[in-house]
């Protein structure tokens, strides 16, 4: 089905006031019509005055960010589902070869144990970048996140927090992934003091923003568009 058409129909159901889409009617429409962006990308571009750059994509901003927390940082370990082999989005590849893996590792698919355990690790000084692999799995990680993470240094009159932890979680649809895999969580912890939410719009706020939130004093979900 032509995207015009697709349009028209829209239009035609809406004035009849009949349900969209139709029966029948969903199978047939094409990609290009009910998944058009709302935008056009455009690439950040960065000044001279900066200096030499490197152009990279999304995911490989991502893995600079994650390798100079490691560089820098001696106490800082990256962990999660998959996250050994470079994970499925490709943002940790190479990082187990240079780093070891004593500091990046992969996790039992058990997202409120991740978070978990970044959570204890955080409160003991390290530097602790968890994964989640999709931003849909993080619901089974809810309590830790919001009733220990967000209120740690609030339930111990501060004499603890989680400063030390980052979790990174891909959001938004990645095209084909269905209801485990296209979900947009982050206005769940919006509302949640103790949080911060971070979503680059590309590579260069990525890797930015990411390392802001490693090294920042606070506590950030530093969540990736795909």
């Known amino acids: 089905m032509k995207p015009e058409f697709a349009t028209r129909l829209v239009a035609e159901c809406l004035k009849r006031g009949r349900i969209w889409p139709p029966p029948g009617v969903v199978k047939c429409l094409s990609t290009s019509a009910v998944h058009r962006s709302h935008f056009n990308f455009v690439p950040d571009t960065v000044p001279a005055t900066e200096g030499e750059v490197t152009r990279m994509n999304m995911f490989q901003s991502i893995?600079?960010?994650?390798?100079?927390?490691?560089?820098?940082?001696?106490?800082?370990?990256?962990?999660g589902e998959d996250v050994a082999f470079g994970g499925v989005f490709r943002c940790t590849v190479g990082l187990q070869e240079k780093f070891g893996k004593d500091r990046v590792f992969n996790t039992p698919l058990c997202e409120q144990g991740i978070v978990g355990f970044g959570i204890g690790l955080a409160v003991a000084g390290a530097t602790a970048i968890a994964e989640i692999q999709f931003a849909d799995y993080i619901f089974p990680a809810f309590d830790q996140i919001t009733n220990e993470a967000a209120k740690m240094r609030y339930r111990s009159g501060n004499e603890f927090d989680c400063s030390g932890l980052t979790i990174r979680a891909p959001c938004s649809?990645?095209?084909?992934?269905?209801?485990?895999?296209?979900?947009?969580?982050?206005?769940?912890?919006?509302?949640?003091?103790?949080?911060?939410?971070?979503?680059?719009?590309?590579p260069v706020k990525a890797k930015?923003?990411?390392?802001?939130?490693?090294?920042?004093?606070?506590?950030?979900?530093?969540?990736?568009?795909?």
């Open 63 to 79: 893995t600079n960010a994650l390798d100079i927390a490691l560089t820098t940082d001696p106490t800082a370990v990256t962990f």
């Open 173 to 202: 649809a990645v095209g084909h992934g269905a209801l485990y895999h296209s979900q947009s969580p982050e206005a769940f912890f919006a509302h949640v003091s103790g949080i911060k939410i971070v979503i680059p719009r590309g």
């Open 208 to 226: 930015g923003l990411l390392l802001s939130c490693i090294r920042e004093i606070g506590r950030a979900s530093c969540r990736e568009r795909v």
